[in-house]
Nanobody, 121 residues
Framework: QVQVVESGGGSVQAGTSLKLSCTTA????????MAWYRQRPEKEREFISY???????IIAPSVKSRFTISQDSAKKTLYLLMNSLNSEDTAVFLC???????????????WGQGTQVTVSS
């Protein structure tokens, strides 16, 4: 079993910053990459950023100037630093872990439950 757990969400004022964390645990042999998505009210799940274990990053153009993805490999933790938040950023932020687990071949996707971010103006 693999657990993916997000934390760090909350209610903040527009213009402030927030840092989300995503930890993984379980029978993980190797992390292939991890990603952040968000689900805004009445909208489809939206890709935010992806970080490979080798350090390659992909980030959505819509947030590139404000969001930064990073990781602590030793802690198997992924972060998302969000600056200059606005009401359009109100969403459930979800973490995706692509990991190799014992007993299965290849990278397998595992989702967390999400953490709510609410930005008020």
């Amino acid at each position: 079993q693999v657990q993916v757990v997000e934390s760090g969400g909350g209610s903040v004022q527009a213009g402030t910053s927030l840092k989300l964390s995503c930890t993984t645990a379980g029978n993980i042999i190797r992390i292939c990459g991890m990603a952040w998505y968000r689900q805004r009210p009445e909208k489809e799940r939206e890709f935010i950023s992806y970080l490979t274990n080798e350090g390659t990053t992909i980030i959505a153009p819509s947030v590139k100037s404000r969001f930064t993805i990073s990781q602590d490999s030793a802690k198997k933790t992924l972060y998302l630093l969000m600056n200059s938040l606005n009401s359009e950023d109100t969403a459930v932020f979800l973490c995706l872990g692509n990991v190799v687990v014992s007993g299965l071949s290849g990278c397998q996707p595992y989702w967390g439950q999400g953490t709510q971010v609410t930005v008020s103006s």
